[in-house]
C-alpha cells in the first residue's frame, strides 16, 4: 500500500483547472505558512481555554461566578474555593484511592497483556477469532454489562472495596492495552527471538529478557494509557464504590453540591487539583505517550 | 514435564486474558440475553418469562427509536469533523516542527480530564446567563439575547457535540500525526526533484499513502463514540425533549431508574447487535474504499 | 488439548453464570429470618436517645466502637456530618456517611439489598421512591417499632401530610419524616416595585408579572425563573405546583390515571405559556441555573423551597440580602382553583433490611426522630426542614428562619398536594417527564403531551 502508484505520473505536474472549492482552501492552509501557524494557534487556544477557565473560575468569589461569565476574575483573587473544596470534602483521601486504583490496575493489565499480546502475534493463538473478541470487548457499552459484573463484584464479596474496582478496571482496560502493545511485538524482528531459542531460552524467557526490554517505551506508554483510563473512569467507581474509603476521584469531584446547588468554584479547585497531577505526569511522559498512541494507534 | 510445559507455553500466556473476556464480555452477555426475556425487575431477576416481548415493545418504543438516531448522528458528526480536523492539524504541524513539541504535549491535556470536570467546564461555559459563552456573545454585540445552548432543541444535541470535539480531536490529531510521520520518505524526495507543486504531492501522495490508517482512525473513533454516556448524563439528561436522548443514556434509564432490567437487558441486546452490524459493514466499506484508492 | 480447553471454557462459563444468577434468591431470602417484630423491639429498649435531657451523655457509651453506613443525599451531606458528629458523642459509634447525588438515592439502596451487598445500614430516601423501596424489600417494616416508642416519638406531632406520605405504604409505616419541604413563591421587592407590581396571588397575575419584567428590562433581568430542566424531581415539581392549584390531580379518586384532564392540560399550557417569558430558558434551567438568576437579581420570582430565604440573606453568595419577600404559590383559575403548596422533594429515613447491624441502625434511627436531636438539625444551616408542628411553635426556629417564612410554612401546610409513592410511581414519572419536556420544548401540544403521557401510563398500570 506505501507504494504511491502516482509516483510515475508526475509529468502532469501542475493540474490545470484551480477552482475555489474545499480544495483551493484547503491548499491555502497547507501551503500558506501564516495561515498554518494561525490555525495551529487557533487550535492550541481551544483547548488550553476551558482549562485556563475553570482555573480563574476556582479563583473567583462565589458571587462572581454566580452573575458574571467573564473570563478574568473582576473582583479580588480568592482562595476560599480551595479551601473549602479541601476542607468539606476529604479530598486528600480521592486523591489517595484513585492513585491506588490506577496504578494498581495499570501494573496488573501490563503484567495480563504483554504476554497474551506476545502470544498471539508470534504464535498465532486463538487464529483470527481471540484478536476480534478482543476488541469486540471494548465495543461493548459499559452501561450494558455494568448489572451483571456488579453482581460478580458482589460474589467475591468486593464491594465497596478498592480491590473491587481495581479488578474491574483491570479487566475493561485489558483489550485497549493488547491492542495498543500490539504493533511494538510486531515491530521486533523474528530473529532475535529466534537466536535466543537457539540459546535455550525458554519461550518466557525470551518474553521476559528479550522482548520486553525492546518494548519497554511501549509497555510504558500503554501504562500511562491505562493509568489515565483508570484515573478518569466514572460509571463503575459509581456503581462499585459506597463511602470514603473507597469512592474515587472523579466521583468525589461530583460531591461538591450544596444544598439545591452545585459550588462551581470549591468544584472547579477540586478538578483542578486533580487534573494537575495527571498533567505533570502527560508532560513528564509525553514523549513516549505520543509515540504510544501514534505506533499502536494506527494499523493499515 | 518441561516440554510440555514449553509446548503449551502461549496459550498458557492467553489464559489469564482469556479468563478476563469471559468474564467481561461473555458471561454478562449471557446474563443479559436471559434477562431480556423476562420481564425482569432489578429485585426479582429471571422471573416471568415472555419469549421475545420486550423486542416487540422496543420496536415500537419511540423513545428508543429517537435514542438510536441521536447515537448515530452524534457519532458519525463527532467522528467526521474530528477525524477532518484532527488530520487538518496534523498535517499543518507535520510543516511547522518548532511549535511541534508543545502542541503534541498540550494535545493530550483533554484527554486526560476527567469527563465529571469536563461536563461542569461546559455547563459554565454553555449557561445562558452567568455563562462564558453568551458573556462575550453579549458583550461583542453578536447576538442580541442570550442564547440558551443546552435548552433549546436544535442547539442542545450540537453543543454536546462540541464538548465532545473538544475532548477528542486531540486524540484524532495525535493519531493522524503518527500516521503522517509512518510515511515513507522515498516518493516524497523524488517528487521534489521532479519539481512537483506541494498541492499535487498531498493530492497525489500523502492522501492516497494515508487514507487507509485514516479510516481505521475513522473507525475506532466511531466505535467510542456510538458508547456516548457522561456527557449527556451529565450535560442535559437526554432533554430538552428527546432532543439529546442516546442509546446508552436511555438503557441507564428504563434499567437503573424505571429499574426494568428485562427491558434494558433487550435494549442492550439490540444496540449490540446494531453496533455489531455497523462495525461490519464500515470494515467492508473500508477494504473497497481500499480498493478503489489503488 | 483444543478439547480440553473447551471443556475448561464451559466449566468456567457455567460457573460464571451461576454466580451471576446468585444474588437473586440470596437478598430475598436474607431479611425473612428477621422478622420485623423481632429486629425492632430490641433496640427500641436500650435507645440513647430518650426524650430526658438528663439521659442524653450516658456513662457508659454502649456502641463504643462500633460503624454504621448512613446513605445520604449529597444536599444533606452538612447535615448528616452533624448528625454523626452528634450520635457519636451519645453513643461512641462511628457513623460513615454514603452520599449520592439526590436523584441516584433509590436506585443505590435497592441495588445494594437485592444484589445482597448490604453495605448500607440507614437510608434517607426521597419519599416519592417509598413504595419503590418497599416493593424491592429494602426498608424494614417499623410498625412495631413505631408501637413501642410512641411515648417520646410522638407521632401525633408530625404533620400528617408528611407523616403519611413519607412513611406509609398500605397499612404499614416504613420510615420517619426527616425533612419535609415544600415549594413558596419567592420574589424580589425591589423589580417587582419598578414596575409597580404586587406579588401574584393567581397564575394569571404571575404571568402578567413575569410578562411585564421581562419585557420592560430587555435581557438585563428577567420576570420569573422556572425550573424545567429535564429530571423527574424539578421538572415534575414545577409542574405539581401548578397541577394543584389548577385543581388537577395525578390520579382521580379511583386510582385511574387523571393526567390528560382539562385541569391538567390547562396547568400545562400556563406552564408553556409563562415559559415564554421566563429567564431563558426553563428547559436549561435546574437548581444553579435558578439559583444563579436569584441571587444576581436576574430572576423576579422563583417557585422555591422554604429555605432559600436563609440562603438569600448570606451576603457570601447573594446580592439580594433583605430584598426578597415570600408568598404561597399562585391561585389557579376557575371553580377548582385553590392555593396549594406542592411537597417537591421531601425525605424521610428508615432502616435497611439488609443491615448487619440492626441493634445500631435503630438506635441511630430513634436519634434522628428524636424531637430535641430534631430542633437542633432544623435551627442549623443544613437543609433539614421541619416535619414536626411543634417545631414551628418553637421562638429558636422562628428565630431561625424569619417570621415570615415560619408563617408563611405553617400557611402552606393546610394546602399541601404531595407526589404518589406507589410502587409503580418510578416507571410512570419517567414518561411524565419526558413529555413535559417535549412540551416545554413545542414538540408536542400540552394537549398532546398529556394524553401520550395518560396513554403510557395506562399501559403501564395495565388499565
Known amino acids: 500500500m506505501l507504494e504511491a502508484k502516482s509516483t510515475n505520473s508526475l509529468e502532469s505536474a501542475f493540474e490545470a483547472n484551480e477552482k475555489k472549492t474545499l480544495a483551493f482552501y484547503l491548499k491555502w492552509v497547507f501551503f500558506g505558512r501564516p495561515a498554518r501557524i494561525i490555525l495551529l494557534i487557533i487550535f492550541l487556544l481551544a483547548i488550553i481555554l476551558p482549562i485556563f477557565y475553570i482555573a ?38 480521592y486523591l489517595l484511592n484513585s492513585t491506588v486504583v490506577a496504578l494498581v490496575s495499570t501494573i496488573l493489565v501490563l503484567i495480563v497483556a504483554v504476554p497474551t499480546t506476545y502470544s498471539i502475534i508470534r504464535f498465532n493463538t486463538g487464529g483470527w477469532f481471540f484478536p476480534a473478541w478482543i476488541l469486540g470487548t471494548y465495543v461493548m457499552p459499559p452501561i450494558v454489562v455494568s448489572i451483571p459484573i456488579f453482581a460478580m463484584v458482589k460474589m467475591v464479596q468486593l464491594q465497596n472495596t478498592l480491590a473491587g474496582l481495581i479488578l474491574v478496571h483491570t479487566m475493561a482496560n485489558l483489550p485497549i492495552a493488547v491492542w495498543l502493545i500490539d504493533s511494538y511485538i510486531r515491530a521486533i524482528p523474528k530473529e532475535l527471538e529466534q537466536a535466543a531459542w537457539i540459546d535455550g531460552y525458554s519461550k518466557f524467557e525470551t518474553l521476559a529478557r528479550v522482548v520486553v526490554p525492546l518494548i519497554r517505551p511501549g509497555v510504558l506508554a500503554t501504562g500511562v494509557i491505562t493509568l489515565i483510563l483508570s484515573w478518569n473512569e466514572f460509571l463503575f467507581a459509581l456503581i462499585l464504590t459506597y463511602g470514603v474509603k473507597s469512592n474515587t476521584f472523579p466521583i468525589g469531584i461530583s460531591r461538591y453540591i450544596g444544598e439545591h446547588g452545585l459550588q462551581f468554584g470549591e468544584m472547579s479547585a477540586a478538578a483542578l487539583a486533580g487534573i494537575v497531577p495527571i498533567y505533570i505526569l502527560v508532560f513528564l511522559s509525553s514523549r513516549n505517550l505520543v509515540e504510544g498512541l501514534t505506533r499502536g494507534g494506527v494499523k493499515g | 514435564m518441561n ?143 442570550v442564547i440558551p445552548f443546552l435548552g433549546d432543541k436544535r442547539l442542545a444535541l450540537p453543543s454536546i457535540m462540541l464538548a465532545d470535539i473538544w475532548q477528542w480531536t486531540p486524540f484524532c490529531f495525535l493519531l493522524c500525526l503518527a500516521a503522517l510521520q509512518s510515511l515513507p520518505k522515498d516518493p516524497f524526495e523524488a517528487a521534489m526533484v521532479d519539481g512537483a507543486s506541494g498541492w499535487y504531492v498531498f493530492k497525489r501522495l500523502t492522501l492516497p499513502m494515508v487514507a487507509p490508517q485514516i479510516i481505521v482512525i475513522f473507525l475506532f473513533r466511531l466505535l467510542i463514540a456510538l458508547k456516548v454516556f457522561d456527557l449527556v448524563y451529565m450535560l442535559t439528561f437526554g432533554g430538552p425533549g428527546n432532543s439529546t436522548q442516546v442509546a446508552s443514556f436511555y438503557i441507564y434509564r428504563v434499567s437503573f431508574k424505571q429499574f426494568q432490567t428485562g427491558y434494558g437487558g433487550a435494549l442492550s441486546i439490540l444496540v449490540l447487535i446494531l453496533i455489531s452490524v455497523l462495525a461490519t459493514l464500515l470494515t467492508k466499506g473500508r477494504e473497497t474504499i481500499l480498493k478503489r484508492i489503488e | 488439548m483444543k478439547k480440553l480447553s473447551h471443556i475448561l471454557g464451559m466449566i468456567v462459563i457455567l460457573g460464571m453464570l451461576l454466580a451471576a444468577c446468585q444474588p437473586a434468591p440470596a437478598p430475598t431470602e436474607a431479611p425473612k429470618p428477621q422478622a420485623p417484630t423481632a429486629a425492632a423491639v430490641e433496640p427500641a429498649a436500650p435507645e440513647p436517645a430518650q426524650p430526658e435531657p438528663t439521659e442524653a451523655k450516658p456513662a457508659e457509651k454502649e456502641f463504643a466502637g462500633q460503624t454504621l453506613n448512613f446513605l445520604t443525599i449529597q444536599p444533606h451531606n452538612v447535615a448528616a456530618q452533624n448528625l454523626a458528629t452528634w450520635f457519636e458523642e451519645a453513643t461512641g459509634a462511628k457513623v460513615e456517611l454514603i452520599v449520592v447525588p439526590y436523584d441516584n438515592v433509590i436506585e443505590k439502596a435497592v441495588l445494594d439489598v437485592t444484589s445482597g451487598a448490604n453495605e448500607i445500614d440507614v437510608i434517607e430516601y426521597w419519599y416519592p421512591g417509598l413504595g419503590t423501596l418497599v416493593e424491592n424489600d429494602v426498608l424494614e417494616n417499623l410498625d412495631q417499632w413505631y408501637v413501642d416508642n410512641a411515648s417520646w416519638l410522638k407521632p401525633e ?307
Not at chain 3, 438506635?363 to 438539625?377: D, G, H, K
Not at chain 3, 428565630?399 to 416507571?427: C, R, S, Y
Request: proline residues 6%; charged residues 20%.
Open chain 3, 157 to 463: 406531632d408530625f404533620f400528617p401530610v408528611y407523616f403519611d406520605t413519607f412513611t406509609k405504604i398500605g397499612d404499614s409505616r416504613y420510615g420517619i419524616p426527616y425533612d419535609g419541604d415544600m415549594h413558596l413563591l419567592w420574589y424580589l421587592k425591589p423589580l417587582l416595585e419598578k414596575y409597580d407590581l404586587q406579588a401574584p396571588a393567581t397564575w394569571d397575575e404571575y404571568l402578567n408579572v413575569c410578562k411585564t419584567i421581562t419585557e420592560g428590562e430587555k435581557g438585563e433581568a428577567y420576570g420569573c425563573a422556572i425550573m424545567g430542566a429535564k429530571s423527574p424531581l424539578i421538572l415534575i415539581g414545577t409542574y405539581l405546583n401548578r397541577l394543584g392549584s389548577f385543581g388537577g390531580s395525578f390520579f382521580d379518586a379511583e386510582g385511574n390515571p387523571s393526567i390528560n384532564s382539562p385541569e391538567a392540560v390547562a396547568a400545562l399550557e400556563a406552564l408553556v405559556e409563562q415559559s415564554k417569558y421566563a429567564l431563558p430558558t426553563p428547559s436549561a434551567v435546574a437548581f444553579d441555573e435558578a439559583l444563579g438568576a436569584w441571587f444576581s437579581a436576574k430572576a423576579g420570582m422563583v417557585e422555591f423551597w422554604t429555605d432559600l430565604g436563609g440562603m438569600t440573606d448570606d451576603p457570601a453568595s447573594s446580592k439580594i440580602v433583605g430584598e426578597w419577600g415570600v408568598v404561597p404559590l399562585p391561585k389557579g383559575p376557575g371553580e377548582k382553583g385553590r392555593v396549594v403548596a406542592s411537597v417537591n422533594a421531601g425525605f424521610g429515613v428508615g432502616v435497611s433490611t439488609g443491615s448487619q447491624k440492626k441493634d445500631l441502625a435503630f438506635a441511630f434511627l430513634s436519634f434522628i426522630a428524636n424531637p430535641e436531636v430534631a430542633e437542633r438539625y432544623n435551627t442549623v444551616v443544613g437543609g433539614i426542614d421541619p416535619v414536626r408542628k411543634s417545631t414551628l411553635d418553637n421562638p429558636a426556629f422562628i428565630e431561625f428562619v424569619g417570621p415570615a417564612v415560619a408563617e408563611a410554612i405553617t400557611a402552606a401546610h393546610a394546602n399541601a398536594v404531595v407526589w404518589p409513592t406507589d410502587a409503580k410511581w418510578f416507571t410512570l414519572q419517567e414518561p411524565l417527564t419526558d413529555n413535559l419536556s417535549l412540551a416545554l420544548s413545542g414538540d408536542k401540544t400540552p394537549q398532546q403531551a398529556l394524553d401520550d403521557t395518560q396513554k403510557a401510563w395506562e399501559e403501564i398500570l395495565g388499565k
Open chain 2, 3 to 145: 516440554a510440555t510445559i514449553e509446548k503449551h507455553t502461549p496459550k498458557l500466556m492467553v489464559l489469564p486474558t482469556f479468563l478476563i473476556l469471559l468474564i467481561i464480555s461473555l458471561v454478562p452477555l449471557i446474563y443479559i440475553l436471559s434477562i431480556s426475556l423476562t420481564n425482569s425487575t432489578i429485585s426479582k431477576p429471571f422471573t416471568d418469562f415472555v419469549w421475545f416481548e420486550n423486542y416487540k415493545k422496543a420496536f415500537t418504543d419511540e423513545v428508543f427509536g429517537t435514542s438510536l438516531v441521536n447515537t448515530l448522528v452524534f457519532a458519525f458528526s463527532v467522528t467526521t469533523i474530528q477525524t477532518f480536523f484532527g488530520f487538518l492539524l496534523a498535517y499543518a504541524m507535520q510543516q511547522e516542527r518548532k511549535l511541534g513539541g508543545v502542541m503534541r504535549t498540550l494535545a493530550l491535556l483533554p484527554l486526560f480530564t476527567p469527563p465529571v470536570a469536563i461536563a461542569m467546564i461546559w455547563r459554565l461555559i454553555y449557561d445562558p446567563n452567568q455563562g462564558l459563552l453568551n458573556y462575550y456573545l453579549m458583550k461583542w454585540g453578536l447576538v442580541s439575547g
Open chain 1, 56 to 93: 480563574m473560575t476556582s479563583l473567583k468569589e462565589p458571587i462572581e461566578i454566580r452573575t458574571s461569565g467573564a473570563l478574568l476574575p473582576r473582583g479580588e483573587i480568592t482562595t476560599v474555593n480551595w479551601v473549602k473544596a479541601f476542607a468539606n470534602v476529604p479530598l486528600l483521601r
